[in-house]
């Protein structure tokens, strides 16, 4: 069943907009504390303007998924279905990656009361977010990457809790 489901977001994302992408990503995930390193990777599918999908291969079966104000996710057996209109933290997580992939860098600095600096490197775009007063659940900052068409290529979620995850988008 949740092999059906995740088909049925797909091909929704995939015929639902003019402005899309599909690519692979890896995905790294380090607990600070202890230094272990949790390596994912998938394939990913946006189609503006809110239809998201990242499919994991490895681990086989999970998935992260923004269908409009709904986030669905089944990451190792801890699996989620929300609707993000009625619950603001989950807001925030589904928007902080949302927008991120959109380049709205400035609404993510908005919504989570952060600074926001923006860097031209060679090649694009390199964006830092910082949260001023960081909750003890949530994000904490962001790096964001972009390349010159200004399609995300790197995205870096940190945690309070000491978890940083980075996601590298071929």
Do not use: W
């Not at 949740?2 to 402005?19: E, H, M, R, S």
């Not at 189609?47 to 994991?56: C, G, M, R, S, W």
């Not at 609707?83 to 709205?104: E, P």
């Not at 060679?122 to 010159?148: F, Q, S």
């Amino acid at each position: 069943m949740k092999k059906i489901l995740v088909f049925v977001f797909l091909l929704v994302g995939l015929t639902a907009g003019a402005q899309s992408f599909e690519s692979t990503f890896v995905q790294t995930k380090t607990l600070t504390l202890t230094g272990k390193k949790i390596v994912s990777e998938g394939a990913i599918t946006y189609t503006a303007p809110d239809n998201l999908a990242l499919i994991y291969s490895k681990p086989d079966g999970d998935y992260f998924i923004v269908d409009g104000p709904f986030l669905r996710f089944d990451l190792r057996g801890n699996a989620l279905d929300v609707n993000t209109d009625k619950n603001k933290s989950v807001r925030l997580q589904r928007n902080a990656i949302l927008y991120g992939i959109q380049g709205k860098y400035d609404d993510i600095a908005k919504e989570m009361e952060a600074d926001c600096t923006v860097s031209s490197v060679k090649g694009g775009k390199h964006v830092v977010i910082k949260v001023r007063k960081p909750a003890p659940k949530g994000y904490t900052g962001m790096e964001l990457d972009y390349n010159a068409k200004g399609r995300i290529t790197r995205m870096v979620l940190e945690e309070a809790g000491g978890i940083s995850t980075e996601y590298l988008v071929k």
